[in-house]
């Protein structure tokens, strides 16, 4: 845990929570051990989707299509999201997820292995002015030297579950053997995110750790 237990709890003692059906999909995912987004990750998703108004979304893991929905929920109606899960058991009910909310067009769902999606993908299809993260934790690298090539200037990228519950500080030789490879990813990712020209990054010790960063680079229509 990098955050206190008790201010945490006592932070999502304040969230409203969402509508009922949200609620639904939380409640089964948590029941049948689908990771999703903690509250207080959602809470600042919130935030800065009113904040940014993004037009075009690239999402890295729909799991159930949690994440998806809430966002959708926080875009204008013209706004699209564009989201990627490998999990054959999880694709349907991400995709009836969608259909019962009433955004399967609004929400595009691309199945298979998310970075042969995003090597198959160009500018134009989007490009993209907010990226969130939150799939393959060893991947993370690997899906940002794909997803530079797609954004818009000034995008935001949101990459969740960057500090593994603390364990990012810890040497790699205190980590379980059958984590260490993702330890010492996770480690490389996060460098590759402070010190890439085309980037400004902030860690921020919320849920489990985000990066926020911003793209730099130049818009091709520019």
Do not use: C, W
Not at 50 to 64: D, F, H, W, Y
Not at 80 to 104: C, L, M, V
Not at 141 to 152: F, H, K, P, T, V
Not at 158 to 173: F, M, P
């Amino acid at each position: 845990m990098i955050v206190d237990t008790r201010i945490r709890e006592y932070i999502n003692s304040l969230d409203r929570g969402n509508d009922d059906f949200l609620e639904g999909i939380r409640k089964d995912a948590v029941s049948n051990d689908v990771p999703i987004i903690r509250r207080e990750m959602e809470n600042f998703l919130k935030v800065v989707l009113l904040e940014k108004k993004p037009k075009k979304i690239l999402e890295i893991g729909a799991a159930v299509g949690y994440s998806s929905l809430l966002m959708s929920q926080y875009i204008d109606s013209e706004s699209t999201i564009t989201t990627i899960e490998n999990y054959d058991k999880r694709i349907p009910i991400a995709k009836k997820n969608f259909e019962d909310g009433g955004k399967s067009h609004q929400i595009s769902l691309l199945e298979g292995d998310a970075l042969e999606i995003l090597k198959s993908m160009n500018y134009d299809d989007g490009p993209f002015d907010f990226v969130f993260i939150d799939a393959a934790k060893g991947q993370y690298s690997l899906y940002l030297e794909q997803i530079i090539r797609l954004l818009a200037k000034d995008a935001i990228i949101i990459a969740d579950n960057v500090l593994q519950d603390g364990d990012i500080v810890e040497s790699k030789y205190v980590i379980e053997r059958r984590n260490r490879t993702i330890h010492e990813r996770m480690r490389e990712f996060l460098y590759y995110m402070t010190h890439n020209e085309n980037l400004v990054t902030s860690i921020i010790p919320i849920g489990d750790g985000i990066t926020y960063s911003i793209f730099k680079g130049i818009d091709k229509n520019e």
